[in-house]
């Protein structure tokens, strides 16, 4: 299996390519196999999708258990793995830079800092304290002997606080200090992503939606595109589906549309590709 410090380059070369690549997001180390085995090139944990698979609310996590859970996953698949860590589980700029030395040791290439808290109430920063959350983790990834991709996330579109420029004001500013990938999650338009893509120079994620196309995100310099939770919602969406088939109409059909045991059995004993 290759080294952190290989999975490290290797995630940044994908960001250097002409096209956008899908970094999907498993929510178990069971997922992340599965995902692997498909051919995904990297992977990105969803802070949503974990909370929802243990029974909780998104924001309900601590540290140490995301901690343990991103270990877990960096140690199941041979990809390069990035995490969603929400605000870095703190408000100020020493505690992201705390965060992010805690990510690099579980085996994590990259992380995100989000400019929004939902704790006591949610809250978008401050745009200098934003800013200064963000350099506070870049610092602490440049001190790394591999290079640790910091990617920074400005959530007001998504949380609809403030407009789209707000949004690219903050990423133009998180670029200034070293961060490595942009992100502004809720964009739905495709001008509204090359206009993000257009004033910043560094890659540029996307959260996919329903409509979008890989092409189309690619041509206007998306460099990549991310489920969030969509994955784990595609997942319980097709189990809710044939749940109640199975209760409401008796009807098992779904049944026929699974992967087969024997098929997983061989992917999570690395047998097998899908």
């Not at 020493?94 to 006591?120: F, H, N, Q, W």
């Not at 350099?135 to 400005?154: H, Q, Y």
């Not at 964009?187 to 560094?202: F, G, I, P, R, Y």
Request: proline fraction near 3%.
């Amino acid at each position: 299996m290759a080294s952190q410090a290989e999975k490290a380059v290797r995630f940044r070369e994908l960001h250097e390519r002409d096209e956008a690549f899908v970094i999907p997001n498993p929510w178990d180390v069971g997922s992340a196999r599965l995902l692997e085995a498909i051919g995904s090139e990297a992977l990105a944990t969803t802070s949503s999708g974990f909370a929802y698979s243990i029974g909780r609310l998104d924001g309900g996590v601590s540290r140490d258990e995301k901690m343990a859970h991103c270990r877990e996953i960096c140690a199941a698949v041979s990809v390069p793995v990035s995490a969603d860590l929400e605000n870095c589980f703190s408000d100020t700029p020493d505690g992201v830079a705390e965060t992010v030395r805690m990510a690099a040791d579980t085996g994590l290439v990259g992380c995100s800092i989000e400019d929004y808290t939902d704790k006591p109430t949610p809250t978008i920063y401050d745009f200098d304290l934003a800013v200064a959350r963000v350099k506070a983790g870049v610092e602490v990834a440049r001190a790394l002997d591999f290079p640790f991709t910091i990617s920074a996330r400005a959530e007001n579109v998504l949380r609809g606080q403030y407009d789209l420029a707000e949004a690219i004001r903050r990423l133009k500013a998180f670029e200034v200090v070293g961060a490595d990938v942009l992100y502004a999650p809720g964009l739905t338009e495709l001008d509204q992503v090359k206009a993000v893509v257009d004033a910043v120079s560094k890659p540029v994620n996307v959260l996919a939606r329903a409509g979008m196309r890989l092409a189309d995100l690619s041509k206007v310099g998306v460099k990549r595109v991310s489920l969030g939770s969509g994955n784990y919602l595609i997942a319980m969406g097709a189990c809710l589906k044939a749940a109640r088939e199975m209760k409401d109409e008796g009807s098992f059909a779904a049944l026929g549309d699974a992967i087969s045991f024997a098929d997983v059995a061989a992917i999570m004993k690395g047998e097998k590709q899908a």
